[in-house]
């Protein structure tokens, strides 16, 4: 397997994950809605992924009508991906408490600011994609082009057309099968 360059991504592997993914446990929820994690938990579910909460502070509790789990071993289904919005030097204990998760997600992300290499490489020889660096709410807006709306160059042109989303305000997708 080549190695992976974790300083630039190319475009179609995020879009591809993104496209794939539908089951996200979010490490390091929030129920504070300044919280970075709770804006992208709730622009994530607002874009049908089923993101599952994860925070042992909150265990048992509900976040946007989910339950939030103390760690990734609660969670009683497969994820797709685990999102890791805890500092670089947390992100090698979560990743491998996802290598130990059966069966194995297929995406580990670490959020913005959050890097660390060892936890990729791990990761990596056992066939899980490692993101580092990102923000699945910015590359999705990005790619979809909801990010331009706000003025910001997504160096993505597009003629999609916004769509409805419910209650009277517009979205762009990157078009995920079964949404």
Same mark, same amino acid.
């Given at each position: 397997m080549p190695a992976v360059n974790?300083?630039?991504?190319?475009d179609a592997l995020i879009r591809r994950i993104l496209r794939e993914v539908k089951t996200i446990a979010l490490v390091g929820a929030s129920a504070n809605e300044a919280r970075p994690s709770w804006i992208v938990t709730k622009y994530l579910? *607002?874009?049908?992924?089923?993101?599952? /909460?994860?925070?042992?502070?909150?265990?048992? #509790?509900?976040?946007?009508?989910?339950?939030v789990y103390g760690s990734l071993k609660e969670i009683p289904r497969p994820i797709d991906m685990v999102e890791i919005f805890r500092n670089s030097e947390a992100a090698g204990p979560i990743t *491998?408490?996802?290598?130990?998760?059966? /069966?194995?997600?297929?995406?580990?992300?670490? #959020?913005?600011?959050?890097?660390?290499?060892a936890a990729a490489a791990r990761a990596e020889a056992r066939g899980v994609t490692v993101i580092m660096n990102r923000c699945p709410k910015i590359e999705y807006g990005r790619l979809s082009g909801e990010i331009?709306?706000?003025?910001?160059?997504?160096?993505?042109?597009s003629n999609k057309k916004p769509q409805l989303a419910g209650k009277g305000f517009q979205k762009l997708t990157i078009n995920r099968p079964g949404t």
């Open positions: 974790h300083d630039s991504y190319d579910l *607002d874009r049908d992924y089923d993101v599952i /909460p994860v925070n042992p502070g909150l265990a048992g #509790q509900t976040l946007f009508g989910k339950t *491998d408490e996802a290598l130990a998760l059966e /069966p194995l997600p297929k995406v580990i992300w670490m #959020q913005l600011s959050v890097r660390n290499d331009g709306w706000q003025g910001i160059n997504s160096r993505i042109i």
